[in-house]
């Protein structure tokens, strides 16, 4: 089955700085690949996908970069604020049910 | 609010305790997932249903028992839980069950058994 491995778990990073969240997987059959959001006492929330037939997607501060080959996708977030602190899942689907990652704790230090 | 709604939002509950969880889509999704939230698993599934068919039980002790009994409502219904069962649990739902879209989770039920 899918496996899907998130690095890194945590990350700290500057206010106005970038963050950068890698993840892998395995099944060459997934192609759809979203990216959650989750804020202290909330669900996760969807904040952007991408699909296999294209290589970046952008949605004002955030991006999602999907290596195909590699089997990797990337979610970039430019000019950080504090309310980006959360914990940000990454999950690969298509073939089966989503598989997620195991998550990164994202804090942004003013 | 997400459009995936869970009740009660808190719930503590004793080992012989009977109680239940309940989430409510409106979306018009036809799969629906319980998953469990931990500090050692962040996101565990336990099970699904796709067009209200269990697909997946994900080893899940008897003690917990899911419900689905139309395509806007899923259930968890819990008995004879252990202190370790304390956890979020956080209900979703997508267009279907095999992953081709994004999934819309509710808030969660943060669950303490005492």
């Known amino acids: 089955g899918e496996n899907v491995e998130q690095h890194p778990s945590t990350l700290s990073v500057q206010e106005g700085d970038s963050a950068v969240i890698k993840c892998t997987y395995s099944?060459?059959?997934?192609?759809?690949f979203p990216w959650y959001k989750q804020e202290l006492g909330k669900g996760p929330q969807l904040i952007i996908d991408?699909?296999?037939?294209?290589g970046e997607k952008k949605d004002q501060r955030i991006a999602v970069t999907l290596n195909k080959t590699a089997k990797h996708f990337s979610l970039h977030i430019t000019e950080t604020q504090p309310e980006d602190s959360a914990v940000y899942f990454c999950a690969a689907g298509g073939a089966q049910k989503l598989v997620f990652g195991q998550g990164t704790r994202l804090t942004i230090n003013p | 609010e997400t459009g995936v709604t869970q009740t009660p939002r808190h719930l503590v509950m004793g080992m012989t305790n009977k109680k239940s969880l309940k989430c409510e889509q409106h979306?018009?999704?036809?799969?629906m997932y319980w998953y469990k939230q931990s500090a050692k698993k962040p996101l565990e599934l336990m099970f699904v249903?796709?067009?209200?068919?269990?697909?997946e039980n994900n080893s899940v002790p008897s003690r917990f028992s899911p419900e689905c009994p139309n395509s806007s409502h899923l259930f968890l219904h819990l008995h004879t839980l252990q202190p370790e069962d304390s956890a979020l649990y956080l209900c979703?739902?997508?267009?279907?069950?095999?992953?081709?879209?994004?999934?819309?989770f509710g808030s969660g039920t943060r669950l303490t058994v005492v």
């Open positions: 249903y796709n067009f209200k068919e269990q697909t």
């Open positions: 991408i699909r296999s037939n294209v």
């Open positions: 099944d060459s059959a997934s192609n759809y």
């Open positions: 979703a739902s997508s267009q279907d069950g095999w992953g081709n879209y994004g999934y819309t």
């Open positions: 979306l018009g999704h036809n799969a």
